[in-house]
């Protein structure tokens, strides 16, 4: 029963990474071609989320998966889990302020469909 | 794809292939080798002899043995440096407290960025100790935790604002300077110990065939102190985390506030 569930937790692991490297490829392309800065800030969370939170939490996986690994697996896995949670806490709020600074400083939103912010603001 | 283009990738090519031809060829300078030569070999084997305790530092950790052991007066150096840096720093803004007091408008950033500071900043505090009480045991030390635990206050001024550190943490740039002045007053203490105790040698830590005046036990209980290592680092610890969250301060004053105090 421990084995399936270590090979369960391997190859779970190794799709969340495989998951990361996709969406840092996606976030790289995005931040290329996406035509402002606001969607581009998109991109690049799409990379700091899908490309670091999922890969460590694949890692945490992968890491109970290999029991070769022994004792210390235990604190491969609360590590990567720690880290996965902090950067999952902490990225969201970076890349807010960026767009708020950015937003508040004129940053032309261009092309738009809409941008309620800016109809706020002259609202007010 | 203009011409601009093409001379642009023909030129990063070139350069590409001239470093790595460089750098196959040996030419960014002597490659280490792969022996441990003798100095290292001998940390290596002395800083945690149980066996035989002569040359020993009472700690696994031998880059900390070395900083404040074997090699402690050259990190006592450095501390006075940092500590003239500081000074220099306080001395280009000798603003009394009184004069740069005044309530700004602080708004800081959003409510979302706020109670994010609000989440992380327990966590710089508490690795920044754990750095610290564990200098003498794995890798890390007091200059490092020192500069994680300045990462807070920093956080904390460019979320929320200055007065926010100086009011509600009650971390005025005089309190910092206090609590910077007892860690380096420690270290000093610390560095003298041995003399007062009769030694001949300043910043000893453990017993030496020679000197046997005084020596800090290397272990309270199941603690692994590691004689003076421990204090050493908790002393620099605090000296550093005050020392920068001070030139923080005295960075983040509004420059117009810092022009009327000095009578501009």
């Known amino acids: 029963m421990w084995d399936l569930i270590e090979s369960a937790c391997l190859y779970v692991g190794l799709a969340l990474a495989v998951t990361g490297a996709l969406c840092d490829l996606l976030g790289a392309l995005g931040l290329l071609r996406f035509p402002n800065f606001f969607v581009r800030l998109h991109a690049a969370t799409v990379g700091i989320i899908g490309g670091a939170v999922y890969p460590l939490f694949g890692l945490t996986l992968m890491t109970i998966g290999c029991d070769f690994l022994g004792y210390w697996r235990w604190l491969f896995a609360s590590g990567s889990f720690i880290t996965a949670i902090i950067i999952a806490i902490t990225a969201p709020a970076g890349s807010h302020a960026l767009a708020r600074g950015a937003h508040r400083s004129g940053v032309a939103v261009e092309p738009k469909l809409c941008d309620k912010l800016a109809e706020d603001r002259r609202g007010d | ?264």
């Not at chain 2, 590409?16 to 960014?28: A, D, E, H, I, N």
């Not at chain 2, 300078?29 to 800083?47: H, M, Q, V």
């Not at chain 2, 006592?76 to 440096?81: A, F, M, R």
Request: proline share 4%.
């Open chain 2, 1 to 264: 794809m203009s011409l601009k283009d093409a001379v642009l990738g023909v030129a990063m090519a070139v350069f590409l292939l001239m470093v790595s031809v460089v750098v196959v060829l040996g030419g960014t300078g002597w490659t280490p080798s792969t022996e441990i030569r003798p100095l290292a070999k001998f940390y290596l084997e002395n800083c945690f002899n149980v066996f035989n305790r002569t040359w020993w530092a009472a700690s696994p950790e031998a880059v900390t043995s070395m900083l404040w052991d074997y090699r402690g007066i050259d990190t006592y150096y450095e501390t006075s440096v940092f500590f003239l840096a500081v000074i220099g720093g306080v001395t280009i803004f000798r603003v009394t407290e009184a004069k740069l007091h005044r309530k700004m408008d602080d708004v800081g950033l959003s409510l979302i960025v706020k109670t994010t500071t609000r989440m992380v900043f327990p966590l710089v505090v508490i690795v920044s100790a754990s750095v610290a009480l564990h200098g003498n045991l794995t890798p890390g030390g007091g200059f490092q935790a020192g500069v994680i635990l300045a990462v807070g206050p920093l956080l904390l001024i460019a979320a929320f604002s200055r007065s926010f550190l100086e009011e509600n943490l009650k971390l005025s740039k005089d309190r910092c300077l206090i609590i910077r002045s007892v860690g380096l007053i420690a270290i000093a203490l610390l560095v003298a110990l041995p003399l007062m105790a009769g030694s001949l040698s300043l910043m000893q830590n453990q017993a030496k065939p020679w000197s046997q005046a005084l020596q800090l036990p290397e272990a309270v209980g199941p603690i692994w102190t590691s004689g003076t290592l421990l204090f050493f680092n908790v002393a620099e610890f605090l000296a550093v985390g005050a020392g920068f969250t001070l030139l923080f301060l005295l960075l983040s004053a509004p420059e117009e506030e810092l022009k009327r105090a000095i009578g501009l």
